[in-house]
């Protein structure tokens, strides 16, 4: 559900149109901001009712899941798991996905974050990955996958898709290719800005951040549903400092890529006097700031600071106003299980053109 400030359902098209889907939070509005929204939740993985309607209707029967489990013991080497080491080094080794995408493959496929796989998780994600997967709308094999598709591209492990995945979302389906890190060009730049505007939301707040212990502070704006590693992409635009050679402290704690801005400020006392201090590690020193921190903080758009979640991406696939994903976390081949379902002789572009998706 898409929540508002008193915690009810709201149509994010309509929110559009009024403004009421832009928040500019300072952080001292935080905790009574946090009483009324919800944290967008973490998909955990459990075998249901859905989940077997799944896999009949994609057609994974007895022999298809014993080739899956033959597949399993066999990475898995007797322990009971696949880790993400032998996950990315089987599926690289026999080319089953497309080039570097192993890793977000295996993202996507442990819904519990836990760093490994047991049979279950693996066997569904194999089949939902699989290239004769039938993809249909408004069903358990459309929202499957569609849940699949959104994990792919959700790097940041937020639980919602920032500007920046939801572009790379676009571009791999542009070129019809299961691809986390296609290149974006202008024109899916300005498709994506089109789409986050229509689809997303936007609730920001101005973080205090501090670049070296002896710099001064400056006020950053940021998605409060951006993780800390969409934080270190902004500030590298904002600072000129690569991602990469970042390390954000709060306090006395480093903190995780993977975790929510908004998560962590809200675990604070005083999340209004929050400052993270950005250090540079590239040359083992605190980076001063210099000019930089003199640095004007130029105005962006609030589409590009839209986070899109899964139920407003769900909604708008199954709607047909997002098409192509169909065609989106596909193996390239899967030679161990054959899936017999209703499309299991037909091309996966005849797959992909029914899903509509």
Known sequence: LKLTGQGKPVDARARCKTGEHQKTMEPSHLQSWNQGLSLIPVPVFQV???????????????????????????????????????FCHFFRQHRICPPDTEGAFFRA????????????????????????CIHTLNSSSGR????????FYNASESGALTFQELSKLLAARSLGTSDDECAIDLAQISSALDLATKIGDVETLNLRVQVGLSGAENMVRVSSQWSWASMKQELSSVFGIPDQEQQLVLGTRLLKDSECIHRTLCELDRPESAVVLLVRKCSGQVQDTGDVCRMQIQ???????????????????????????????RFRKFRY?????????????????????
């Open 48 to 86: 249901s009712w859905e989940t077997d309607n799944f896999l009949e209707e994609a057609g994974c029967d007895a022999t298809a899941s014993a080739g899956i489990r033959a597949l399993f013991d066999q990475i898995s080497n007797g322990t009971g798991v696949v880790s993400r080491d032998s």
């Open 337 to 357: 299980a054959k899936l017999n379902g209703p499309q299991s002789q037909e091309s996966s572009a005849a797959a992909s053109h029914q899903g509509g998706a």
């Open 144 to 151: 499957e996958r569609c849940r699949f598709i959104f994990d």
């Open 299 to 329: 105005s962006a758009a609030d589409a590009a600071f839209a986070h899109v979640t899964f139920a407003s991406f769900c909604w708008h696939v199954e709607s047909e106003e997002l098409r192509g994903t169909s065609r989106l976390f």
């Open 109 to 132: 496929l442990d819904r519990q974050k836990v760093g490994h796989l047991d049979f279950n998780a693996f066997r569904l994600g194999c089949v939902a990955a699989h290239p004769d």
